[in-house]
């Protein structure tokens, strides 16, 4: 009986997810008027994964993503490990490219070698992006590891501390840190699927 409920549970969670599927998450950045020292920042579609971009305080961007761990880092892309990354709660890693010469979009290309679909621009209070920004550094200060490269995504992961599951994913991970950024995310972004509102 307990099994079949569990089961219940994770169709029912499927699901949603696939009625989730055709719905676009709404992004709409704080009013201009109530930025004191914007900056600019940029959220990334890859098709089915998405990354944030932020500006570094000596010039250039640094570029953060979070991923599972096997599918990202160890490029393990069956079909039973995606499955299982989404049926229950799976390794998962940080990812961070410093890129001190990129300073515009048109150069983002360089900064995501698994492709871009793409680039939404934002702005957003220049303290916010800072606190976000090191909150996200100390994940690296503090992994008591050394960084894994990947040239698939031109990224260093470390491990992340919270694990990979379907309501804790890439995409949705990016929306917490654009509501940390002070903006409003509306919708489903389970998708990689984004929309920009102005305010």
Request: hydrophobic share 40%; glycine share 10%.
């Amino acid at each position: 009986m307990g099994n079949r409920r569990g089961w219940l549970r994770w169709l029912g969670a499927g699901l949603s997810m696939l009625l989730l599927a055709g719905c676009f998450a709404r992004v709409m950045p704080p009013e201009p008027h109530s930025l004191t020292r914007p900056v600019d920042v940029y959220l990334l579609d890859h098709g089915r994964h998405s990354s944030l971009v932020l500006p570094r305080e000596e010039g250039g961007v640094v570029r953060y993503s979070y991923g599972e761990w096997r599918w990202y880092v160890e490029g393990h892309r069956h079909f039973s490990a995606g499955i299982a990354a989404m049926l229950w709660p799976t390794a998962s890693g940080l990812g961070r490219g410093e890129y001190p010469r990129i300073e515009s979009p048109d150069q983002f290309h360089r900064l995501a070698p698994e492709g871009l679909d793409e680039v939404y621009p934002l702005r957003a209070e220049a303290r916010r992006v800072l606190s976000l920004r090191r909150r996200l550094d100390r994940h690296f200060e503090r992994a008591g590891v050394e960084p894994v490269s990947s040239e698939e995504f031109g990224l260093e992961f470390v491990p992340y501390p919270r694990r990979y599951s379907a309501v804790h994913q890439s995409n949705l991970v990016v929306a917490r840190w654009l509501r940390a950024l002070d903006m409003e995310v509306l919708g489903s972004s389970w998708w990689s699927r984004w929309r920009l509102e102005t305010p």
